[in-house]
T-cell receptor, first 112, second 114 residues
Framework: DAKTTQPNSMESNEEEPVHLPCNHS???????IHWYRQLPSQGPEYVIH???SNVNNRMASLAIAEDRKSSTLILHRATLRDAAVYYC?????????????FGAGTILRVKS | KAGVTQTPRYLIKTRGQQVTLSCSPI?????VSWYQQTPGQGLQFLFE???????NKGNFPGRFSGRQFSNSRSEMNVSTLELGDSALYLC?????????????FGPGTRLTVL
């Protein structure tokens, strides 16, 4: 399973943008980059995913480096509800199934 | 649409007992995966079911087993419980086992083994 590296924790002020980095230097051409987050006392929830191009949805944006060895999840205006553990996960498109390999993730703290 | 439901939400058992946890996927979802979450090991994949067949298995001992029914509901069973099995057990469902398909997680079952 391809590996990702994320900072242990980050802190942000409410209403400000947050950039959560993820390094994946061993990514293969068929790996999708997925982000999930886990709010306190809840199961993980899907945030966004991409392959090569930058992606936007109602929750966040995903910026993928040109060489695909790193990516950044962007929360445009952090709210207290965004305080969670954020997981960056690589999913091999050539491998069967839905298995998600979670790392330690980044704990995001949001200050009011 | 109702989300993924897991029952029971909390469970206390003693060492040596066995336990069965249940997961009802989102209506129309046919793929169900199970994960174990502990403070020490984080989130770890247990197994995945699709069309009543186990399609993928994580690195857990044979005491951990599961099954899926024709209505896509799934159960997992842990026999001969050990203290280290205390964890949050999470179930996730998706339409099919596709890499780009979103997985939806339930709230989990908190198992405590005494």
């Amino acid at each position: 399973d391809a590996k990702t590296t994320q900072p242990n924790s980050m802190e942000s002020n409410e209403e400000e943008p947050v950039h959560l980095p993820c390094n994946h230097s061993t990514i293969s051409g068929t790996d999708y980059i997925h982000w999930y987050r886990q709010l306190p006392s809840q199961g993980p929830e899907y945030v966004i995913h991409g392959l090569t191009s930058n992606v936007n949805n109602r929750m966040a944006s995903l910026a993928i480096a040109e060489d695909r060895k790193s990516s950044t999840l962007i929360l445009h205006r952090a709210t207290l509800r965004d305080a969670a553990v954020y997981y960056c996960i690589l999913r091999d498109n050539m491998e069967y199934g839905n298995k998600l390999v979670f790392g330690a993730g980044t704990i995001l703290r949001v200050k009011s | 649409k109702a989300g993924v439901t897991q029952t029971p939400r909390y469970l206390i058992k003693t060492r040596g007992q066995q336990v069965t946890l249940s997961c009802s996927p989102i209506s129309g979802h046919r793929s169900v995966s199970w994960y174990q979450q502990t403070p020490g090991q984080g989130l770890q994949f247990l197994f995945e079911y699709f069309s009543e067949t186990q399609r993928n298995k994580g690195n857990f001992p044979g005491r951990f087993s599961g099954r899926q029914f024709s209505n896509s509901r799934s159960e997992m069973n842990v026999s001969t419980l050990e203290l280290g099995d205390s964890a949050l057990y999470l179930c996730a469902s998706s339409l099919v086992p596709d890499k780009t398909d979103t997985q939806y997680f339930g709230p989990g079952t908190r198992l405590t083994v005494l």
